[in-house]
């Protein structure tokens, strides 16, 4: 159980698109997720917190007019990169909480190019 | 300093060996700690956690919390070539927010 589906597991996008990442949670119901970043070799960063029916809390840092984030619904929460450019890059994870502590998504790895 | 501090290794282990992962920590007010294991291009996947001082033991894991001493290992005993990964200590100060170590690599030598 405690299932977090993430899509896609990858993209490539051309320099000042916009991608959209999805994270469902498929048999809990998630009131809050959060999203991370990874740079090869380094440590998992919080980006920022996802709220069901409210406005998202950035970490100090993270442009919130670029990473935007919605979060519509108990299952549902996305993240989209808008104007992406190559330092973007990278691998995006949710994660969200459950009765066993915080479980994450498979990842979407981005190229921007 | 740091919030969640580990040795980026890599350690290497012969096959059978035990495996020590270590983590330090800089909030005394921690209050959960967690073990999470990292294939490459993968995300996190959780091992363990732990809340109280001393040992939890989950089949070959085996994680010590020391709160004086601000410190929470991993031992994985037997280790398996499949247990190759990087081993990511995450720490919850209460709340909803995590801070990640950047990680111990761990190879297991067949």
């Known amino acids: 159980g405690a299932v977090v589906s993430q899509h896609p597991s990858w993209v490539i996008c051309k320099s000042g698109t916009s991608v959209k990442i999805e994270c469902r949670s498929l048999d809990f119901q998630a009131t809050t997720m959060f999203w991370y970043r990874q740079f090869p070799k380094q440590s998992l960063m919080l980006m920022a917190t996802?709220?069901?029916?409210?406005?998202?809390?950035?970490e100090q840092g993270v442009e919130k007019d670029k990473f935007l984030i919605n979060h519509a619904s108990l299952t549902l929460s996305t993240l989209t990169v808008t104007s992406a450019h190559p330092e973007d890059s990278s691998f995006y994870i949710c994660s969200a909480r459950t009765t066993r502590g915080y479980t994450f998504g498979s990842g979407t790895r981005l190229t921007v190019v | 300093q740091k919030e969640v501090e580990q040795n980026s290794g890599p350690l290497s282990v012969p096959e059978g060996a035990i495996a020590s992962l270590n983590c330090t920590y800089s909030?005394?007010?921690?209050?959960?700690f967690f073990w999470y294991r990292q294939y490459s291009g993968k995300s996190p996947e959780l091992i363990m956690f732990i809340y109280s001082n001393g040992d939890k033991e989950d089949g070959r894991f085996t994680a010590q919390l020391n709160k004086a001493s601000q410190y929470v290992s991993l031992l994985i005993r037997d280790s398996q070539p499949s247990d190759s990964a990087t081993y990511l200590c995450a720490v919850n100060r209460g709340g909803n927010q995590f801070y990640f170590g950047t990680g111990t690599s761990l190879t297991v030598i067949p």
């Open positions: 996802s709220n069901e029916g409210s406005k998202a809390t950035y």
């Open positions: 909030d005394r007010g921690s209050q959960s």
